[in-house]
């Protein structure tokens, strides 16, 4: 599970990408290049990255606004994100969508986000139960901010997909702010983990602006699922530190506050950590970043010189004339992946005296709901016992 050094310097080169990706759409929005919003994600790239980075080509994920750098990390070239918010031909879209709505569900394995909070989380427990019918052993992971946690959608969303087992891993990024909300006023919990007992599955808290620590705890989560043990709630602690997007200057937000989290810094941290654990020389860093910048000067001559899509376009796509294919064949694998029959290990710690008696009244449970001999039992069988009854007394 160690990362190698090769994977470190990769870390590092999707933050910086992420960072400077957002950057330069900054300065196209001030250029009036951009049709739609830039939601930054400023000082959130460790969280992004490093838990798309603990994931697999098979799996899936999908992303909220301030989750570019999973997006990157999942495949998406600059060039695609620029076209996609200048709302170029070229882009992911066609030019249709500006801004972050964009998926592919055959190659990436990218759900397209959608703006109402919450609504991914029972989408991607679906995902997750799909891939499980289907025999393959696949991880969805989608993220909601502390704000989006007090949607009813959320509470229904992980209930389902803890009573499922599903393997999904849900990322809850509190930034400490939803809009101007702080998130004292959006829920009465220091830790918003805490949720997740709620559900009976495991809540894990981890310092979302130190990379390292979010793929980890990522990729612990994401074995968990993969052994049929999910799902799993990540609080990641972090902080929001431009305004929700670029039209708010964010002066409810004190100073103070700021520049506490400015110190924290993922980027520079990691920086440090790099040199101090000497996993990098000068010249790997600058080759890191020269790469990034050749790469973000092609992107953008490549979205500028872009046609908008013709006229003629905007009605296609609209209903679908079979640009839709249902590629999955949905017959249940003989071997379907299986639940997990106990969650003990995340309680640990925690709730030892729950923990064994949690496992065992879920596998009665299940025995119970899936048995050969449960026919005979239950409404049916009062349902017959009463039309019986009826028939004597007639
Ligand atoms: C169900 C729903 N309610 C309200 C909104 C409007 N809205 C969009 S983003 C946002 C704030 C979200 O805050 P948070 O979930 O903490 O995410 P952050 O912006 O901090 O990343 C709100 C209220 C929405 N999109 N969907
Ligand atoms: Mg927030």
Redesign the pocket.
Known sequence: MALSRQQHLELYYWMQLNRKLEDLLTVMFRQNKVVGGV?SSLGQEATSVGTAYALEKRDWIAP???NLGAVLVKGYRPRDILMQYTAKSGSPTGGKDGTAHFGDLHEKRMVSPI?????LIPVMAGIGLGARYLGRNEVALTW??????S?G?FHEGLNFAAVQRAPLVLVL?N?Q???S?P?YL?ARLIDFADRAKAYGIPGVIVDGNDVVAVYETTKQAVEQCRRGDGPVLIESKTF?RKG?AQHDPAAYVPKWMLKEWEAKDPILRYEKYLTAKKLWTEKEKNDILARIDRELKEGQAEAEASPLPPAERAAEGVYCDGCHEIRAEWKRSPKPVKPGKNTAQWFEGKSPALAPSLGASQERKEKAVVGPSNPGHGKNAKLKKHKKQRKQRK
């Not at 703006?115 to 609504?119: K, N, R, V, Y």
């Not at 909601?144 to 946690?149: V, Y």
């Open positions: 939601y909220m606004i301030r703006s109402m909070l919450g609504d909601i901010g502390d704000g989006g946690s949607t959608v990024e930034n702010w939803a809009y909300t998130n959006q929001r929700h």
